[in-house]
């Protein structure tokens, strides 16, 4: 199994959670987190002050895939979460070495 990571922009959610949908994807994880990369934040102005935003707020999207569904969640996420500018955000993808379903106590490929 796979676990993967994706921080994403905010109002990329809803072609991110599609695209993974129409792959068979059925379950994700979303969370509000802040952070940044190389952008090292932005600035933004309000009422004629420039304020320095150090951490921009992104989304976090957890999956847990058998590992031969791998390419196609990474494949959905980049197509649908891509804009092309700088701060689209990055995939990351680990091992899982078991999953548990609590209800059930089913376990490996059947928890998912």
């Known amino acids: 199994m796979k676990k993967v990571e994706a921080i994403i922009r905010p109002f990329k959610l809803d072609e991110v959670k599609e695209a993974l949908l129409e792959k068979g994807i ?3 994880t979303i969370s509000e987190v802040r952070g ?3 952008q090292k934040g932005h600035k933004e102005t309000y ?4 304020y320095q935003i150090e951490f921009v707020p992104k989304l976090k999207i957890e999956v847990v895939v058998d590992a031969e569904d791998i390419e196609k969640v990474i ?3 980049l197509k649908s979460a891509k804009t092309g500018q ?6 990351f993808v680990y091992d899982i070495h078991d999953a548990i379903r609590i209800r059930t106590e089913e376990s ?3 928890a998912l």
Do not use: F, P, T
Request: proline share 0%; charged share 40%; net charge positive.
């Open 75 to 77: 494949e959905a996420i």
């Open 47 to 50: 009422r004629g002050s420039e």
């Open 108 to 110: 490996g490929k059947e």
């Open 36 to 38: 940044y990369g190389r």
């Open 26 to 28: 059925r379950g994700l």
């Open 86 to 91: 700088v701060g689209d955000g990055k995939i």
